[in-house]
């Protein structure tokens, strides 16, 4: 069965040399304070450096899950309160649990079609950070990178914080243009679920220091303490970590995986564009997502391309949310072979 689902989402067809060799090299067995586990960290945060090109200044941290960092932000960093700009689940997700925490929090639903009118934004002085789902997993819209730069370029007093769960990997990412990112590996790191990322800019981790936030399991202050020397501050996924260095080491650079990408997505749009009964989900190219894509019809129509789909070897991912009964979803990810989207956009035509 090949899983377009966009996560937890096909892994690389590596992994299981890679988790061999995990264990023929002992790693599943080394302390997070030990020799061994610091190399692998730091080598780790070098490679996110030359493949995804990280920033030389900032840093590589390790959580559970993307979702840990929604906490760990407007915890340790945010000071008054965030603002949110989002159009679908995930980033309203996001701004509501900042709100628990940071009740000032405030946020700006946009539609998935809709580009973010940067001239006519407003921002308060009450808000030190403005977060940004970058790729809407749950309606397959992303914000493009030039407006994530213009917001920098009109708010450069405020820190920018951004959701890269299903993008980080997968498109080439100027990491310079915000404060904070984050991002999950099961998607377009093609690696199993239980390791989140969190990359930190000389800006967020001073602001961190100067909040002083102390005295929870996921204090940054703890985090950040552990990580100048290449450790954690509790036992970490030292698997979930090998794997990631070992992905990071076999992938090309970004901006080879961005290309081969966004030419997949390009073949998918003109596929469903030329089908009779099936419509992308975001109409808006501006808006649409390069990794993930939302395909629309009758609840009808999508229960049974999806029955087909499983007749045929192949499991879709399913709609979100009040999309659930109205759409699916297809994985745009780097670890989906070209043959096997070659298969999907045979199946896709008969629509």
């Known amino acids: 069965m090949i899983t377009f689902a966009p996560g937890p989402s096909k892994v690389y067809d590596s992994l299981p040399i890679y988790l061999n060799d995990a264990y023929q090299e002992g790693i599943l067995s080394a302390n997070h304070r030990s020799s061994a586990f610091m190399k692998l960290y730091q080598e780790t945060e070098q490679l996110m450096r030359t493949k995804l090109h990280m920033p030389d200044d900032y840093k590589l941290l390790f959580t559970s899950s993307a979702t840990e960092n929604w906490e760990i932000i407007s915890q340790s960093i945010v000071e008054r309160a965030s603002f949110h700009i989002y159009s679908g689940s995930f980033g309203k997700k996001w701004f509501e649990f900042a709100k628990h925490i940071l009740p000032a ?8 079609n809709q580009a973010i009118d940067v001239p006519s934004l407003q921002i ?9 789902t970058q790729n809407e997993t749950s309606n397959a819209s992303q914000v493009r990178s030039e407006v994530i730069e213009a917001i920098k370029e009109k708010f450069p007093e405020k820190m920018i914080a951004v959701d890269t769960t299903s993008s980080m990997a997968g498109i080439e990412l100027d990491f310079s243009l915000a404060d ?12 199993p679920a239980g390791l989140g990322i969190l990359i930190l800019s000389p800006k967020a981790i001073e602001k961190s220091e100067k909040k002083g936030e102390k005295g929870r399991y996921n204090s940054l202050s703890f985090m950040l303490e552990n990580a100048n020397g290449y450790q954690t501050h509790y ?106 989207f070659d298969t999907l956009l045979a199946f896709l035509k008969k629509y």
Do not use: H
């Open 105 to 112: 929090s405030m946020g700006l639903k946009i539609e998935a």
């Open 124 to 132: 308060g002085e009450e808000f030190d950070l403005i977060a940004i």
């Open 180 to 191: 904070i990112w984050y991002a999950s590996v099961q998607k377009c790191f093609g690696l």
């Open 235 to 340: 036992t970490p996924n030292v698997l979930g970590i090998y794997l990631l260095n070992r992905v990071l080491k076999d992938i090309p650079l970004i901006q080879e995986i961005d290309a081969t990408l966004r030419s997949r997505m390009s073949l998918l749009e003109n596929c469903i564009a030329q089908t009779k009964t099936l419509r992308m989900l975001v109409d808006n190219a501006e808006t649409r997502s390069t990794t993930v894509m939302g395909i629309a019809g009758t609840e009808e129509l999508i229960t049974q391309v999806k029955k087909d789909a499983e007749k045929a070897g192949m499991q879709m991912g399913g709609g979100y949310g009040p999309l659930k009964p109205t759409s699916f979803r297809i994985a745009n990810f780097p670890a989906i072979t070209d043959d096997e």
